[in-house]
């Protein structure tokens, strides 16, 4: 099978500073990336789309200068929260879809608590 | 547009007790759809992917099938470890690398 690996799992961050969650793909090449973001008992939200080597495409109503996505390689994709705010704290999960194939596979999450 | 709606939103079952989880689509041209389990507070795992009408697919006690408006996903005597949300999604022809997802059905199986 694929295997997406994200991480953090777990961070917490004071309020104004700025974390990153990276989001792997260990055994295929991906040429997109998918960031969501869940609230609790809610469904899968996406935020963007990442595609290697070029800009993320943003959904409507997300602040592309708040969460910075960089795709720089086939295996890698990283969100960064800038000036993080309690607000933020979600759990956020990435997809990989797999180059040639028809599938995405989803990281672990990553929960974020801004104190 | 392409849509997916998910229902029932939620469903409970007793041990044993069979039951279907539905997918409602719309899709101008299905590439494939797909089917996902998620546990609380964990990303989504791969179950299916259906690509035509007629298809079906078996895992264990799940089975899903594909006509050209809906998707099934039927449990035959669940045990509680099937306990989690189903989410179903869709890819178009004409949508890229775009993935539209329902809103899921959580099921909760009691012992």
């Known amino acids: 099978g694929a295997v997406v690996s994200q991480h953090p799992s777990w961070v917490i961050c004071k309020s104004g500073t700025s974390v990153k969650i990276e989001c792997r793909s260990l055994d295929f090449q991906a040429t997109t990336m998918f960031w969501y973001r869940q609230f609790p008992k809610q469904s899968l939200m996406l935020m963007a789309t990442?595609?290697?080597?070029?800009?993320?495409?943003?959904e409507q109503g997300v602040e592309k200068d708040k969460f910075l996505i960089n795709h720089a390689s086939l295996t890698l994709s990283t969100l960064t929260v800038t000036s993080a705010h309690p607000e933020d704290s979600s759990f956020y999960i990435c997809s990989a879809f797999k180059g040639g194939g028809n599938t995405i596979y989803f990281g672990e999450g990553s929960w974020l608590t801004v104190v | 547009e392409d849509q997916v709606t998910q229902s029932p939103e939620a469903l409970r079952l007793q041990e044993g007790e069979s039951s279907s989880l539905n997918c409602s689509y719309t899709v101008s041209g299905l590439r494939g759809l797909f089917w996902y389990r998620q546990d609380p507070g964990k990303g989504p795992e791969f179950l299916f992917t259906?690509?035509?009408a007629g298809e079906e697919k078996e895992k264990e006690r799940l089975k899903a099938t594909l006509t050209k408006k809906e998707s099934f996903l039927h449990i035959t005597a669940p045990k509680p470890e099937d306990s989690a949300t189903y989410l179903c999604a869709v890819r178009g022809i004409n949508t890229g690398n775009q993935f539209y997802f329902g809103t899921g059905t959580s099921l909760t199986v009691i012992p």
């Open positions: 990442s595609n290697e080597g070029s800009k993320a495409t943003y």
């Open positions: 259906l690509y035509s």
